[in-house]
C-alpha cells in the first residue's frame, strides 16, 4: 500500500518542516519528496546531527538521504537560485536529484527587481516579502499572457525571444512609479547574465541533476515511489486565502495543493497530514503577532538560521496563541476533512524546564510541552523535537 503523508505548518512559517521531511523520508520506503507550494524564498534547515547542516530553497529537504524531489507546478523555479544552492550542497558531498514540473512558472531576474522595487518603495507599509521574486512570478503567470515555464529554459533561443516582453511588462507596471526607477539597470547586460546562469543550467540537466516531468508519471500507478512526502512552504497563517493581508504569500499554504494533485491524478493512497508547530511562535516580516515579546529567553538557538534581511528585518518571537493554532487547522480541515493527523512540536531544547507559556484569548497558560497536544487539537499521534535533527524527535506521548 502506498503512503503520502503532508507536511503543512502551522504559523507564519519557520516551524521545522525540513525537520519533519527529513525525519519523515528516514522512516520511509522508496520516498519522493514533493513540493507542492512556494518555490525559492522557502528556507528548510536539516542537520543530519554530525556538523553536516544545509538550508534547503530549490530542493526538497529529502536529498541528504538520497531522495529525488518532484517540484509540481505549484511551485516557481529559480535558475539562479537552483545553480547556487547546488554548488553549496556540492561541497557538502550531496547531489540532489530534482523532476520539475514541465509547466512550473519559471522567476527570472526581472520578477527579483521589480520585487525589490516595490517593496523598498513601501517603506514603513512593507508587506514583508523576502525580496526573491516568487510572488511577481506567480502574478505575472496569473494575470498575463507573459510566460515563461520550466520546459522552456530547454530552448534557449525561445528564451531569449521572450525577455524582452517579460522586462516590457515590468516597465510598464512601473510607468507610474518615477520613484523606482525601473531603467536605472543596464537590463542588456542582465539578460546576458541570466542567459548564461541557463547554459549551466542546462550542464546540470546533462549530469541528470534535474528533468523535466509531468505529474501524470509522478502519480503513475507504474511509478517506483512507495512513500510520497509532501513538503509544505510557509505557514497556514501566510496562506493567500486565510492569512492576514496584505501581510501573505501568493501560494495556498494549507493541504489544499497537496489534495488537489492526488484527487486530479486519481491517486489515492494511505494519508496522513503531520502539522508543524514550534513550541513558540515565531514571523520573519511585516504584519500582526498577537504576543510578540522580548522576554521569551530562549536557549540552545546559536544555529538559528533567521537572521535579519533588508526585506524582512529582524526574526521575531512570540508566545503561542491557541486561537491561531485553532483557526489554522480549521483553515486545513476544509481540505483535509477526516484524513488522520498529527502534530510535531519542534524546539523543545530552547525552552527551560520543557514548558510552555500559550494564549487562550487573553488568558496565560503555562504547560508541560506533553500538555500542549490536547489544547491544540485532536491527534493520532505526534512527536517533539529537543534538537536541531531527526534523531532528537521522541513521541510527543510518551513524555
Not at 44 to 65: I, L
Not at 227 to 236: K, R, T
Not at 260 to 284: A, G, K, M, W
Not at 370 to 398: I, R, Y
Request: with cysteine; net charge negative; charged share 20%.
Amino acid at each position: 500500500m502506498r503512503k503520502a503523508s503532508i507536511v503543512v505548518g502551522l504559523g507564519f512559517g519557520d516551524e521545522g518542516k525540513g525537520l519533519a521531511t527529513d525525519f519523515l523520508v528516514r522512516q520511509a520506503q522508496h520516498p519522493l519528496v514533493i513540493r507542492y507550494n512556494g518555490g525559492q524564498q522557502a528556507g528548510h534547515t536539516v542537520s543530519d546531527g554530525q556538523g553536516k547542516r544545509h538550508v534547503f530553497s530549490n530542493f526538497g529537504a529529502g536529498a541528504f538521504q538520497g531522495t529525488p524531489t518532484y517540484w509540481s507546478r505549484f511551485c516557481t523555479f529559480a535558475p539562479a537560485n537552483l545553480l547556487k544552492e547546488f554548488a553549496a550542497l556540492e561541497l557538502l558531498g550531496v547531489q540532489p536529484q530534482l523532476l520539475v514540473d514541465a509547466l512550473c512558472p519559471v522567476t527570472t531576474h526581472y520578477d527579483v527587481l521589480y520585487n525589490q522595487l516595490l517593496e523598498k518603495g513601501r517603506g514603513a507599509q512593507r508587506h514583508g516579502s523576502c525580496g526573491m521574486g516568487f510572488g511577481a512570478t506567480v502574478e505575472r503567470h496569473e494575470n498575463s499572457p507573459v510566460r515563461l515555464y520550466a520546459q522552456d529554459l530547454l530552448f534557449p533561443e525561445i528564451c531569449a525571444l521572450k525577455l524582452p516582453a517579460i522586462r516590457q511588462y515590468y516597465r510598464q507596471k512601473l510607468e507610474n512609479r518615477p520613484d523606482l526607477d525601473f531603467d536605472a539597470y543596464d537590463h542588456d547586460a542582465a539578460d546576458a547574465r541570466w542567459l548564461e546562469l541557463l547554459n549551466a543550467l542546462l550542464r546540470l540537466k546533462d549530469r541528470k541533476i534535474w528533468q523535466i516531468a509531468h505529474e501524470q508519471a509522478i502519480f503513475s500507478d507504474k511509478a517506483p515511489w512507495q512513500h510520497y512526502v509532501f513538503e509544505g512552504a510557509q505557514g497556514i497563517l501566510l496562506d493567500m486565502d486565510f492569512g492576514f493581508f496584505p501581510h501573505v504569500t501568493r501560494s495556498n499554504t494549507t493541504s489544499k495543493n497537496a489534495f488537489d494533485l492526488l484527487r486530479r491524478n486519481h491517486f489515492f493512497p494511505e494519508t496522513e497530514v503531520v502539522y508543524i508547530s514550534r513550541c513558540y511562535q515565531t514571523r520573519h516580516g511585516a504584519g500582526p503577532f498577537s504576543w510578540e515579546t522580548d522576554q521569551l529567553h530562549l536557549q540552545n538557538n546559536a544555529l538559528e538560521t533567521n537572521v535579519f534581511n533588508d526585506y524582512q528585518g529582524n526574526f521575531r518571537y512570540g508566545h503561542l496563541s491557541l486561537d491561531q493554532l485553532h483557526y489554522a487547522l480549521q483553515c486545513d480541515r476544509n481540505f483535509s476533512g477526516n484524513t488522520p493527523k498529527k502534530l510535531l512540536l519542534t524546539c523543545a531544547d530552547q525552552l527551560p524546564e520543557g514548558r510552555v507559556t500559550c494564549y487562550s484569548g487573553q488568558a496565560a497558560l503555562d504547560v508541560p510541552i506533553a500538555d500542549l497536544p490536547n489544547l491544540v487539537g485532536d491527534f493520532e499521534g505526534g512527536w517533539v523535537s529537543w534538537g536541531d535533527w531527526a534523531g532528537s524527535l521522541q513521541s510527543l506521548f510518551s513524555i
